[in-house]
């Protein structure tokens, strides 16, 4: 603390006087004649301390008032240095995440790089800076602080949640070995959701101070997409919309799939959930949603979805003609020539890139060729289908030998293991059907309308199911069995489609079974990535190179690793594109990324909870319009003289009040005057 | 409270002639009677009368009721003979007066208005003036050349000394041999229990006894304001005294202590009024006499 004039400082030597005169002066008062002084004596004895006391109490309270005074004349001053010593090591943790983003009018990144090259401009040499950003990247310690101003400015704020336990880590790694002062600055909008993982219990240990910047507003209402899904078998997809505030907002959702769109209006009540459906036309290629709510968070206002068929509805049936004839009727039934349905036989199944196709559909009694099984369970953890129809001629164990491969990393394919051949005395009928699957749900319950005249002589029994059953006969024996392997599922028909086994392939219902297994298979919705995640996923076999096109068309080649998979991080929402090539063959897989729902909730965090979460370092947060005064050395005048003022004025208050009180006591006099 | 009339003590100091002061106020006070119900002080007992229904009960002799179960009511008669002193405390302490006028010039004007009151009742009426001695002594007498020589000693009445009542009233008893009306004039500034004991003096010498206490408004009001340094008008001792703090008490103590010298007088016999100098005297004797 200082002073601006301190010589007035002089002056408080003359405090000491009216106490000194207090104590030493004999007071005189008014001289009085009086006749008698009995009653007088008597009454000063009962009533002298008292008076003292008050009389001590006024002298306290006017040497305050005095003193109070002289110090405001004074001139006080607060010197408080930089929190950024010289001597320190300075790790700023920068919320590059997307809720950054509110931000109306000026790009809320740029003033983001401006708080930041501010709070920089105040740090001096020796000290050293590092920066560490929510979404991963860190700037080492340096003293080159041109050059980490370089680095704020070239980052952007990113498309991802970020992870601050994760920085926080990094961090105090980062100055664990360090001497001097610790300080982690961590410039945020607050926002609640980064802290949930959050927890330092031991942080007031480290050493370490932690201020808190915060660049963000209170109060910002926010709407944005949770997901798009769609339901196979529905005649459209849905969007789930959170308004995440407090406020009533209106929204237009637009859908839009290239050559159509589709919009509507809806009203969202604060803190409500909206599922919106859209029907669509068709079930194929990529899908854009977009809502315009007005608010200022504008990431989580676009969705991007794709169906699982990058492909297209190219089909492959791997089987001898007489098996895979009624498949290739079936599938055609239904879209005619739409669909393309390629027939291959087992033999010559070995070059296969099963990713070209949206579906496979096997049918075979031989063994399968070599590599077969590796190549179907890596296009199946990617999202491919297979439907597979024991052949007529296949041994259980032939058949169980087949869809294990000899790779131990790869489990068994099947849903169940073929145990026996079982025939029927009396022909069975189709029981219990999983009518809620999607595989029923368009039959709308009448699944034994259809099946009824559906009989079975003979099925192959089962064991080690490690699916889930969908369809059984009467007596409980299963007829249809699914199994999800990765991102892919595998369907298992228990027969073949042979007259001697079943008359399903003559029924009307098994094109209508074809045609809804294809749809369940390749109409699902493909997986949606979050920005900034990583994305791994195996390379289909035989893949010589891997290109990435980002949503602008920017290309780059991807290597894959020694488990032929390929990894990386999209750093920004939209339709990314994975291009798989061998020798003349080319195949894309859509990857749909979109920004983690969960950032659009701009809740705040209390300054306590901050506190609770980093035990014992003192948390202090700054508001970013204060952040200068606060990170310059600087004298806070304003902060004492009023408080001073308030001080000398409440004690002249006191004073008044008592002296008030005093000369009440006088006003007695007049009560007694009536009484004698 | 003070009037402007001719009765208020403020107005009446100003003039020096006592007789005169003493005849307008006694004259004025008389004629203003008219009917009065008021008996005076020359009354004495003559005869019993029986009691006719529609009279006084104050006058029914109970203790003739009580041996003869028969009511008579008392019958009084102008007392041609009686003997009054008139006691003035000329202390000091009588020597203030916060307004315009002091105690011993309101004891002096009220002494000569009582003798010309009890002359002109063709009583005898004598004056003793005192401090700690006896300063005056003259003899009740009730011609009006008698009456003038009161007024000489009065007008030559000076304050001084202190004040020692106990002693010089038993003194002054022993001076008075026969049944007399004593009527001390007095700031009673002195202990309270010598006062009452040199007050029964009297009573045991078959005395009345009338005190009639005067005090000055400042004393019972304490108007002063802020920290006074009072000094004692007899003994010259000086007391610094904050007086908002220490008002409520003195009051209190000069209350508790008039209550006391009253009941004291009561338990004794002893007639007591009290009366302030800013009183006016038809006031005052009018309130006394009523009382009586």
């Known amino acids: 603390m200082g002073f601006l004039y301190p010589y007035f400082l002089w002056a408080l030597a003359g405090i000491s006087l009216p106490v000194l005169i207090h104590l030493f002066s004999r007071k005189k008062g008014k001289p009085v004649l009086f006749p008698s002084l009995r009653f007088l004596k008597a009454a000063r004895s009962m009533t002298g301390r008292r008076k ?57 990144s740029e003033k983001l790089k401006d708080v930041l090259s501010e709070a920089l401009s105040f740090i001096r040499k020796p000290a050293r800076l590092a920066l560490i950003y929510l979404s991963g990247e860190v700037f080492p310690f340096t003293h080159n602080y041109s050059e980490a101003a370089s680095f704020i400015k070239r980052k952007d704020i990113s498309w ?82 959170q308004n995440w505030g407090d406020r009533e907002t209106s929204a237009e959702i637009a859908v839009s799939g290239g050559q159509w769109q589709k919009t509507a209006s809806f009203l969202l009540k604060p803190g409500a959930l909206e599922a919106i459906s859209v029907d669509i036309p068709d079930t194929t290629g990529r899908i854009t949603g977009s809502i315009s709510t007005g608010d200022i968070l504008s990431a989580d206002d676009n969705y991007y979805f794709s169906f699982a068929q990058g492909p297209g509805e190219k089909v492959l049936v791997i089987g001898d003609p007489a098996e895979t004839f009624y498949i290739e009727k079936a ?25 070209s196709y949206s579906v496979l559909f096997v049918s075979c009694s031989g063994r399968l060729p070599e590599g077969m099984a590796e190549k179907v369970y890596r296009y199946l953890t990617e999202g491919g289908s297979m439907v597979c129809f024991p052949g007529n001629r296949v041994l259980a164990a032939g058949f169980n030998r087949s869809w294990q491969p000899a790779e131990k990393f790869i489990p068994f394919l099947m849903p169940a293991r073929l145990k026996s051949v ?56 299963p007829l249809l069995l699914e ?20 008359n399903i392939h003559y029924r009307p219902f098994f094109p209508v079974l074809v045609n809804n297994i294809f749809e369940h298979l390749s ?39 020694p488990s032929d998979e390929i990894v990386f991080f999209p750093p920004k929402p939209g339709f990314w594109t994975l291009e798989f090539l061998r020798k003349n063959e080319r195949v894309e897989k859509i990857i749909p990324v979109n920004v983690d729902a969960l950032e659009g909730n701009l809740e705040r965090i209390e300054i306590k909870e901050i506190s609770k979460k980093i035990a014992g370092a003192g948390v202090t947060v700054v508001k970013k319009e204060k952040m200068r005064e606060f990170l310059s050395k600087r004298n806070r005048t304003s902060e004492i003289s009023p408080a001073l003022l308030n001080a000398a004025l409440l004690l002249l208050l006191l004073e008044i009040i008592l002296i008030n009180l005093l000369s009440s006591r006088k006003q007695g006099k007049t009560d007694a005057q009536n009484k004698l | 409270m003070a009037n402007n009339n001719i009765f208020d003590p403020g107005l009446l100091v100003k003039f020096s002639n006592l007789p005169l002061i003493a005849k307008t106020v006694v004259e004025g ?88 009151l009890m002359v002109k009742q063709k009583d005898a009426v004598g004056l003793v003036t005192f401090d700690t001695e006896v300063r005056e002594f003259i003899k009740p007498m009730s011609t009006v050349s008698h009456l003038q020589n009161i007024f000489g000693a009065l007008e030559k009445t000076e304050a001084g000394g202190e004040t020692s009542l106990g002693t010089v009233l038993n003194r002054i ?35 009345e006894v009338i005190v009639l206490h005067l005090l000055d408004p400042a004393e019972h009001e304490l108007p002063f304001d802020g920290d006074c340094e009072f000094r004692d008008m007899e003994s010259g001792e000086r007391v610094l005294a904050g007086v908002p703090y220490v008002r409520k008490a003195y009051l209190k103590l000069m209350q508790e202590f008039l209550d006391s010298i009253r009941k004291s007088c009561g338990e004794n016999r002893i007639e007591y009024a009290m009366t302030s100098t800013d009183v006016a005297f038809d006031s005052f004797l009018h309130s006394y006499l009523k009382s009586r």
């Open chain 1, 52 to 108: 003292k006391i008050e009389e001590i109490i006024i002298l306290v309270l006017r040497t305050l008032l005095l003193f109070s005074l002289l110090i405001i004349l004074s001139g006080p001053v607060l010197k408080v240095s930089s929190p950024f010593s010289r001597e320190g090591h300075i790790i700023f943790i920068v919320d590059d995440s997307f809720s950054m983003d509110a931000s109306a009018g000026l790009s809320s």
């Open chain 1, 160 to 241: 991802q949640a970020g992870n601050l336990p994760l920085a926080m880590e990094k961090a105090l790694k980062m100055l664990e070995k360090e001497r001097g002062d610790k300080i982690i600055c961590f410039f945020t909008d607050l926002q609640k959701r980064p802290w949930n993982d959050v927890s330092f219990p031991e942080f007031g240990k480290k050493n370490v101070r932690f201020l808190v910047f915060d660049t963000g507003n209170a109060g910002i209402n926010n709407a944005g997409f949770k997901r798009i899904y769609f339901i196979p078998g529905s005649s459209g997809i849905t969007a789930e919309i």
């Open chain 1, 331 to 355: 599938l055609k039934a239904v879209s005619g020539e739409k669909r393309e349905v390629v027939l291959i036989s087992p033999e010559g199944s070995g070059d296969i890139f099963p990713e």
């Open chain 1, 422 to 477: 079982k025939t029927f005395a009396k022909a069975a009928g189709v029981g219990e059907t999983a009518s809620f699957h999607p595989l029923f749900l368009p039959l709308k319950g009448a699944v034994h309308q259809h099946t009824k005249t559906v009989i079975f002589r003979q099925l192959f029994t089962l064991d080690d199911i490690s699916g889930d059953v969908l369809m059984k006969t009467s007596d409980g024996l």
């Open chain 1, 483 to 502: 199994k999800k392997i990765g991102r892919g599922r595998v369907l298992l028909f228990t027969f073949p489609m042979d007259d001697t086994w079943t």
């Open chain 1, 523 to 561: 109409g699902t919705g493909a997986d949606t990535f979050t920005a900034g995640n990583k994305v791994r996923m195996n390379v289909p076999y035989g893949t010589e190179k891997v290109h990435l096109y980002s949503p602008d068309g920017e290309k780059k080649e991807l290597q894959k690793n």
């Open chain 2, 29 to 116: 006070f008389i004629s203003g009677l008219h009917k009065s119900p008021h008996r005076g002080f020359s009354v004495e007992f003559s005869e019993h009368r029986e009691y006719t229904p529609g009279e006084d009960l104050r006058y029914l002799d109970w203790k003739v009721f009580g041996r003869t179960d028969r009511f008579y009511v008392k019958v009084f008669r102008e007392e041609t003979n009686l003997k009054a002193y008139i006691l003035l405390d000329t202390s000091n302490s009588m020597n203030y007066g916060s307004r315009s006028v002091t105690k011993l010039q309101y004891g002096v004007m009220l002494a000569s208005i009582l003798s010309y």
């Open chain 2, 173 to 207: 008893a022993l001076n008075i041999k026969k049944r007399s009306l004593i009527i001390l004039l007095s700031d009673l500034m002195d202990d309270q229990g010598e006062i009452i004991r040199g007050l029964s003096h009297f009573r045991h010498r078959h005395n």
